[in-house]
């Protein structure tokens, strides 16, 4: 679980470097991230239509860069679609998500919160 937290951890520090906002499902992978380093905006949303409109048009009008870390199933791919269609794809970058993903996929985990327990 060490070397989990450490790998999760380096990609979390190089990540806060690398974009100026985040955007996560909600409130508990929000905090995960937190707990993690990262020290950049982070939006949440839901699945209300208005909350996906309003946090890509302030992302698009705030940011030049953004990583958008769904959950890994069906309901995350599809809310990352819905985002990704919504923010150009000139700010967003992409390999945040699959790098997160591998990691925590691997582990059996499908959401970014489950990060709180791995930094426990």
């Not at 791919?77 to 993903?101: A, F, H, M, N, Q």
Request: with cysteine; aromatic share 4%.
């Amino acid at each position: 679980m060490l070397e989990l937290k450490k790998e999760l951890l380096d990609i979390v520090d190089k990540m806060d470097r690398d974009v100026e906002a985040v955007i996560v499902e909600g409130r508990r992978d929000k905090e995960a991230l937190e707990k993690a380093g990262f020290s950049g905006r982070i939006y949440t949303c839901s699945e209300d239509t208005d909350g996906i409109v309003s946090v890509a048009r302030e992302v698009r009008e705030r940011h030049d860069s953004v990583a958008i870390l769904t959950d890994f199933d069906q309901e995350g791919d599809d809310l990352y679609g819905k985002l990704r269609g919504s923010i150009p794809e000139s700010k967003v970058r992409t390999i945040w998500r699959k790098k997160l993903g591998k990691v925590l996929t691997q582990k059996g985990r499908r959401d970014i919160e489950s990060i709180n327990n791995i930094m426990e």
